[in-house]
């Protein structure tokens, strides 16, 4: 058995969440690779220290000084290494480089990554294993997107050579030979890449939760985790929003069918959630998770006979594109085209699309509609349940949410549909309730 073991911010945002980490990883001999993010949050108040980085890299590249910054960030982790009774353990030497890079040439991927170098090099330290920088093992491409071929080629070599190890999560070397991140979140990937690379038989996220919720807990109440999920579901509902794990996070592990085991740091008795490519366990529930997104856009655009004539749909995806505007969803009938945006991406651009589909594919009318909402609704026990979308529909009509649009696959894995912003959290909840709360498990 080989596992490798990925720990949030939250997870080592102190001396005594590390030696929580310690125990969790000293009492399973499997967990020989283990991937750590930056110190989150302390307490409510607090600021992650990847933030704190963000700051100092703001001011540097303004030209101010950052000795303030620096010498707070550093206490951070000073507190850390005292608290673990680290003796003859020093970052100093570090922060050094950190200071005369940010005074010589400011990198903002370089000066963020560091939050993961530095807990890496302390985790390291504290267990008693090799430390290996994940600039040395991780590649991305001159399109700043993961180069997984040379990652996984490298990755694997130099894991061969090391039977236990930590590598930091988050960052990896560009194409121009300067550090390179991934989004937030993406010591999430780092663990996904450190799985695939090894041939790991389970991949453990480590948080401050006991696994997947069905809901978000801001928005409903004591929602209910879920045990079982697959790939799909949880791509589909990361997309959405759901923000447990990484969305680009199952890719390197999917093809392998390595399965993600997420767990509670602070309660390492929870089984957590397995996120695996296939199950035979019935799901608890019709519905495996809710989720959704603010701030759409609705292009409607109209043209009888549409549907005859060859290329339509081409020509008004063409005028996105043009602008450099990808589209989220696109349903359609006989005379009409809707295709959904994201707003923040369309509104200052609006006036050059719809130029563009007039020219380009000359309708009778476009219209434009913004304030959307858009709420996934997923579950692989939706392809054997009978009357899903009347529950769903019902369900939001008796809470006095109006649907504006939907759009379903056939796959039968999900339905999403389009709701006015305001509606957003009564129709979470609604939904919630008519799938969870209200029904018993099977």
Same mark, same amino acid.
């Given at each position: ?7 949030? &911010? ?6 005594e ?17 283990? =991937? ?32 303030e ?26 922060? #050094?480089?950190?200071? $005369?890079q940010?005074?010589t ?10 939050? $993961?170098?530095?807990n890496?090099?302390?985790? #390291? ?8 920088d ?25 894991? #061969? ?17 300067? %550090? ?5 979140? &993406?010591?999430? %990937? ?50 959405m929003?759901?923000? %447990? ?20 740091t ?15 366990q ?12 603010? &701030? ?21 995806l063409? #005028?996105?594109?043009? +602008?450099?505007i ?27 699309v ?10 009778d009318?476009v ?7 858009? %709420?996934a609704?997923?579950?692989? &026990? ?29 796959? $039968? ?7 006015? +912003? ?12 008519g799938? =969870?709360? +209200?029904?018993?498990?099977?």
């Open positions: 058995m080989k596992k490798v073991v990925k720990f949030g &911010g939250s997870s080592l945002a102190s001396a969440q590390f030696q929580k980490v310690g125990e969790i990883i000293r009492a399973d001999e499997s967990r020989v690779y283990v =991937v750590p993010s930056a110190p989150g949050k302390r307490f409510s108040d607090d600021t992650k220290v990847t933030d704190m980085l963000l700051h100092a890299y703001d001011l540097a590249s303004q030209g101010k000084d950052v000795t910054q620096l010498t707070a960030i550093k206490a951070r982790y000073t507190e850390i290494i005292e608290g673990l009774h680290l003796e003859n353990f020093s970052l100093d030497e570090d922060f #050094a480089i950190i200071a $005369e940010l005074r040439d400011p990198q903002k991927d370089y000066t963020a990554s560091r939050g $993961e170098y530095l890496g090099k302390i985790m #390291a330290a504290y267990l008693g294993i090799e430390f290996i994940a600039q040395d093992v991780i590649f991305f491409n001159e399109e700043g997107n993961l180069n997984p071929y040379k990652t996984e080629r490298v990755m694997s070599a130099r894991l #061969a050579e090391a039977s236990r190890a930590v590598i930091p999560g988050f960052y990896g070397l560009g194409k121009d030979g300067n %550090v390179k991140t991934f989004s937030r979140g &993406g010591s999430d %990937v780092t663990g996904s890449i450190v799985a695939q690379a090894c041939k790991a038989d389970i991949y453990e996220n480590w948080t401050d939760v006991s696994g997947f919720l069905v809901a978000d807990p801001r928005i409903v109440d004591d929602p209910i985790s879920i045990r079982y999920i697959t790939y799909r579901e949880l791509r589909e509902l990361s997309y929003g759901a923000s %447990v794990l990484h969305e680009e996070a199952i890719f390197p592990v999917r093809h392998c069918g390595i399965p993600i085991n997420i767990r509670n602070n309660r390492p008795q929870d089984p957590g959630t397995w996120i695996v490519e296939t199950t035979g019935k799901p608890d529930y019709v519905v495996t998770g809710i989720a959704g997104k603010k &701030g759409f856009c609705t292009i409607l655009v109209t043209k009888a006979m549409m549907n005859s004539e060859v290329g339509f749909g081409r020509k008004v063409q #005028a996105l594109e043009d +602008n450099n990808s589209f989220e969803h696109m349903p359609s009938g006989i005379d009409t085209m809707t295709v959904i945006v994201h707003e923040d991406e369309f509104m200052n651009k609006e006036q050059q719809i130029s563009a589909i007039h020219r380009l594919a000359k309708p009318s219209e434009i509609e913004c304030d959307y909402a858009l %709420v609704v997923v579950g692989r &026990g939706m392809r054997s349940a009978s009357g899903t979308a009347a529950k769903l529909f019902s369900s939001l009509a008796n809470a006095g949410v109006n649907v504006r649009m939907i759009d379903q696959g056939s796959s $039968e894995l999900n339905i999403i549909i389009g709701i006015k +912003n305001d509606d957003f959290d009564k129709a979470i909840r609604a939904i919630y309730d799938f =969870v709360r +209200n029904q018993p498990s099977k």
